[in-house]
């Protein structure tokens, strides 16, 4: 049999004699898929959700390591079409933020930002990945229990709603935030609610009025206003800033420069019954809330005018931040990664790109053990060691700008950033009025 290696060309190996069941079929699960299949490693891998293209329309911000660690699992042709598909961060402006008001207040410094980073749309990642996971994934699947079969050499084995079963030598919880296997491994949840919810949209820049097109420009911003309330909003424009120069290979949601973004506000003082409102009522009373807390309508504008099939709501997880605590069970044939194991908040941008790492590490640890130069324990071990270090500094990057967020939520804060934000802007503006009239 003629397999390749995730990183390496193509070699013989013997036939597979290793079988890995996949719970979860978001990103971190499907990477995992792509992977394993490229090598030759049986896998399958369930997910509950009947289309894949079905999933959150925000984009995804992937930094140096997860795009080689993509390079390794995808084929060269799928992984082209990924880059082909994505808007490169370093050929756009530095990203800048403003007050509630829609005021400047200088370029933004984003902690951890890797300039190298390129930006693709969800749905085009998950939907590219569940093409290399191909057959291997199976849809409409949900699991209800994971277990490990009687005897020595008992095999994992998970079970489905309609009481389907799956059997291997190696179960892989890659099932979010609320993880079903995690549970079973740690006996309770390990994640648990960040103090955040999120709202996110899609706005194409040609809906926008051509000054407020101009204000925002051609770059990524973050607008603070009062009461911890916040506006990511990031752009995207797989066209314009083109990662590789491969139109042919493009497979981007995203076809002109568009305004993707995610409002936030605390859990204390968002309005109630946010998370279970859809569409146009999501997005009125996203608005509503804003506009209470004294936010302007020119920063409002990029909500306002968004297509109300693309709002949704989330709620920021966020798991263990110590690696002690973070998949706290002995090694054994039964695993997680991904947000299953580190739920990270969206604020750094990192949780998809560390559910790839996690895959390709496991991958590469597996194949040794197909290659029979290690046991399925000692693979196990090393992949889930370096994952706790791995997860818990991305969760600590991501809780920095959680916190603030939470810490902005008090009236005391609060006050403070009515009187200073004014302030800040007023300084912006006059020394951008002298760099303006020194260049004349
Ligand atoms: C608004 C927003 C913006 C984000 N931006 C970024 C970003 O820029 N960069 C970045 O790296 N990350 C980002 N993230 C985080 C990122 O989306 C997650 O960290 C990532 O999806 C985690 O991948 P995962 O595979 O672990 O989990 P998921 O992608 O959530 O996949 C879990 C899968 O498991 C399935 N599942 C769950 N339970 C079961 C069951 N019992 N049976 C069968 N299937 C089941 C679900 O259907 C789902 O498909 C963002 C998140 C949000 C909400």
């Given at each position: 049999?003629?397999t390749?290696t995730?990183?390496s060309g193509?070699?013989t190996?013997?036939?597979p004699?290793?079988?890995?069941v996949?719970?979860g079929?978001?990103?971190?699960g499907?990477?995992?898929a792509?992977?394993?299949r490229?090598?030759?490693?049986?896998?399958v891998?369930?997910d509950?959700?009947?289309?894949?293209?079905?999933t959150?329309g925000?984009?995804?911000?992937?930094d140096?390591?997860?795009?080689?660690a993509?390079r390794g699992?995808?084929?060269?042709?799928l992984?082209?079409r990924?880059l082909?598909?994505?808007?490169?961060v370093?050929?756009?402006?530095?990203d800048?933020?403003?007050?509630?008001?829609?005021?400047?207040?200088?370029d933004?410094?984003v902690?951890?930002?890797?300039p190298d980073?390129i930006d693709?749309?969800?749905?085009?990642?998950?939907?590219?990945?569940?093409?290399?996971?191909g057959d291997?994934?199976v849809?409409g699947?949900?699991?209800?229990?994971v277990?490990?079969?009687?005897?020595?050499a008992?095999q994992?084995r998970?079970?489905?709603?309609d009481?389907s079963?799956a059997?291997g030598?190696?179960?892989?919880?890659?099932?979010g935030p609320?993880?079903?296997?995690?549970?079973h491994?740690?006996?309770?949840?390990?994640?648990r609610p960040a103090?955040?919810?999120g709202i996110?949209?899609?706005?194409?820049?040609?809906?926008?009025?051509p000054?407020e097109t101009?204000?925002l420009?051609p770059?990524?911003?973050?607008?603070?206003?009062?009461?911890?309330t916040?506006l990511?909003?990031g752009?995207?424009?797989?066209?314009?800033?083109?990662?590789?120069?491969?139109p042919?290979a493009r497979?981007?949601?995203t076809?002109g420069?568009?305004?993707?973004?995610?409002?936030?506000?605390?859990?204390?003082?968002?309005?109630?019954?946010?998370?279970?409102?859809h569409g146009?009522?999501?997005?009125e009373?996203?608005?509503?809330?804003l506009?209470?807390?004294?936010w302007?309508?020119?920063?409002?504008?990029?909500?306002?005018?968004?297509?109300a099939?693309?709002?949704?709501?989330?709620?920021?997880?966020?798991?263990p931040q110590?690696?002690r605590?973070?998949a706290?069970w002995?090694?054994?044939?039964?695993?997680?990664l991904?947000d299953?194991?580190h739920?990270t908040?969206?604020t750094a941008?990192?949780?998809?790109?560390?559910?790839?790492?996690d895959?390709h590490?496991?991958v590469?640890?597996l194949?040794?053990?197909?290659?029979g130069?290690q046991?399925?324990?000692?693979?196990?071990?090393?992949?889930?060691?370096?994952?706790?270090?791995r997860?818990?500094a991305?969760?600590?990057?991501?809780?920095?700008?959680v916190n603030?967020?939470l810490?902005?939520a008090s009236?005391?804060?609060?006050a403070?950033t009515?009187?200073?934000?004014?302030?800040?802007a007023?300084?912006?503006?006059?020394r951008?009025?002298?760099?303006?009239?020194s260049?004349?």
């Open positions: 049999m003629t390749t995730p990183d193509t070699k190996t013997p036939a004699t290793l079988r890995v996949v719970i079929g978001g990103i971190g499907l990477a995992l792509a992977g394993l490229r090598t030759g490693v049986d896998v891998v369930h509950r959700d009947v289309d894949p293209s079905v959150g925000y984009h995804i911000t992937l140096t390591p997860a795009q080689q993509l699992l995808l084929e060269p042709e992984y082209e990924l082909a598909s994505a808007s490169a370093r050929r756009r402006p530095t800048v933020w403003f007050d509630w008001r829609g005021r400047l207040l200088g933004l410094e902690g951890g930002l890797d980073s693709v749309d969800r749905i085009t990642l998950r939907l590219l990945l569940a093409e290399a996971a291997s994934l849809l699947s949900t699991c209800t229990a277990d490990r079969e009687p005897g020595p008992g994992v998970a079970t489905f709603t009481g079963t059997h030598d190696l179960l892989v919880g890659a099932d609320h993880s079903l296997v995690v549970r491994l740690a006996g309770n949840p390990t994640s103090g955040i919810i996110s949209g899609r706005t194409s820049a040609a809906d926008l009025d000054d101009a204000r420009g770059r990524s911003s973050l607008t603070v206003g009062p009461r911890g916040a990511y909003t752009y995207l424009d797989p066209d314009g800033f083109a990662v590789i120069d491969a042919h497979a981007a949601v076809t420069p568009t305004y993707i973004w995610g409002a936030m506000f605390s859990e204390a003082t968002a309005p109630e019954g946010l998370r279970d409102q146009t009522q999501l997005r009373t996203t608005l509503e809330a506009r209470a807390t004294g302007g309508e020119k920063p409002l504008q990029v909500i306002a005018r968004t297509a099939e693309t709002v949704a709501a989330y709620r920021f997880n966020v798991g110590h690696p605590e973070m706290p002995p090694a054994g044939s039964i695993t997680a991904g299953a194991v739920a908040p969206p941008g990192k949780g998809a790109g560390t559910a790839i790492i895959a590490q496991l590469t640890e194949v040794a053990v197909r290659a130069t046991t399925l324990h000692t693979a196990v071990s090393a992949f889930e060691t370096d994952m706790r270090h997860g818990s991305v969760i600590a990057l991501s809780m920095t700008t603030r967020s810490a902005g009236p005391a804060a609060s403070i009515r009187a200073s934000m004014p302030l800040l007023w300084r912006t503006a006059l951008q009025k002298d760099a303006h009239g260049r004349r």
